[in-house]
């Protein structure tokens, strides 16, 4: 006898990381996370197969979903063309240039007058191989944005909503606190999603607060420093502050932010972390 055929159409593999969310009520969670957004812009990111557009599509006053693979993105052309409200990009995030998608328009701008940007709002189910690149380019412009909803690896979102001297600080938690409030709404089953990762994923909100006035910061260098003493995790804040700074510098530094040489990066607050950096730029500009 011949071989019953099997007529079920096999599970589609994950293309650039993707994994579909597959559950409308999840949707709506995650849509309503964002609040009102009647009178708001939303991006987002990574549409896939639509599920979160649609339900923007109604609700939002102007949708941008940016959608890396080719034939989802023409297929999201396709659903939505004939929606005025809604705009399909095919581009990857990474590169998108920001400042010309939502900055001043040339003629638009007056001198002397400046011209606040529109806060949007941004959502988004993100690769987990690109997530922390991903935010980090978005903190870059977090100027254009007041709320950040967002679906990541729960351990990514354990990292990011950690504090300090807990296991999980680390230079994505400092990097994203700097910016941003975090907090985990709720956490999804691999189930929940097609095809199925081998992770949980959690939906977090950034609520924008970039905390650089507050803690005394002008001008660049302070991410690079997080980066500088969070280098090696298993040493001490010195023996990775001293790849770049001379000792004396370091030592006073230390001594005017009152911490100590032995501490390591994960032991400190932002504040602590921040005032060793202004200490050693004044140090730096003294010597």
Not at 106 to 125: A, D, F, Q, Y
Not at 160 to 181: C, E, K, V, W
Not at 203 to 217: A, F, S, W, Y
Request: no cysteine.
């Amino acid at each position: 006898m011949p071989k019953a055929v099997s007529t079920r159409r096999p599970q589609s593999k994950p293309k650039l990381g993707q994994h579909f969310l597959a559950s409308e009520d999840v949707a709506a969670r995650i849509v309503d996370a964002l609040g009102d957004v009647t009178e708001s812009t939303v991006l987002e990111i990574g549409p896939g197969r639509g599920i979160l557009t649609s339900l923007l599509a109604r609700r939002a006053r102007r949708l941008i979903a940016v959608e890396l693979d080719r034939v989802l993105a023409a297929q999201l052309r396709l659903k939505f063309g004939m929606a005025r409200t809604v705009e399909i990009i095919e581009a990857d995030v990474l590169a998108i240039d920001f400042d010309s998608l939502f900055g001043p328009k040339p003629g638009l701008s007056r001198p002397g007058i400046e011209i606040k940007p529109e806060p949007m709002k941004v959502v988004g189910n993100l690769p987990y191989y690109i997530t922390s690149d991903i935010l980090l380019r978005l903190f870059e412009f977090s100027k254009y944005f007041d709320s950040i909803v967002v679906m990541v690896q729960r351990e990514v979102a354990d990292r990011i909503a950690a504090q300090p001297g807990s296991r999980d600080y680390g230079l994505l938690s400092a990097t994203a606190q700097l910016y941003a409030r975090a907090d985990k709404l709720f956490t999804l089953p691999p189930g929940a999603f097609v095809p199925p990762p081998k992770v949980h994923s959690t939906v977090l909100r950034l609520t924008i607060e970039p905390q650089q006035e507050k803690l005394g910061l002008v001008g660049d260098g302070f991410i690079e420093f997080l980066r500088l003493s969070f280098s090696q995790k298993r040493k001490t804040l010195w023996n990775n502050l001293k790849m770049q700074y001379k000792a004396p510098e370091l030592k006073r530094a230390l001594t005017e932010a009152k911490v100590k040489a032995t501490a390591r990066a994960e032991t400190l607050s932002l504040d602590e972390s921040a005032a060793v950096f202004v200490a050693l730029r004044k140090a730096q500009a003294e010597s």
